[in-house]
């Protein structure tokens, strides 16, 4: 697999859908280091790995992360942002 071409889909995509979570990318075939590069000027937050299971290991450690960071926010926002503070307790 040609992988600068596919970090190009990946960065084209993330622009589209202006993506603000990171992500794990496993990438392995020719090209690497020039994905590499691509990836790294776009200015996404992208961890490439080029072995699957290490790939997995940090994806998941990073969706630990990200639903962490969504319960505390919960936790410090308890009330819908649109009650009036009269209304709260």
Aim: glycine letters at 6%; charged letters at 20%.
């Amino acid at each position: 697999m040609r992988c600068d071409v596919i970090a190009a889909g990946i960065l084209s995509a993330a622009k589209q859908i202006g993506m603000k979570k990171p992500i794990v990318i496993r990438l392995q075939g020719t090209n690497v280091d020039e994905a590499q590069k691509l990836i790294q000027a776009s200015g996404f937050r992208m961890i490439v790995e080029d072995e699957l299971g290490e790939a997995a290991t940090k994806a998941v450690a990073i969706a630990n992360i990200v639903k962490q960071a969504g319960e505390l926010e919960s936790a410090l926002h308890p009330y819908p942002p649109s009650l009036p503070p009269s209304l709260m307790p």
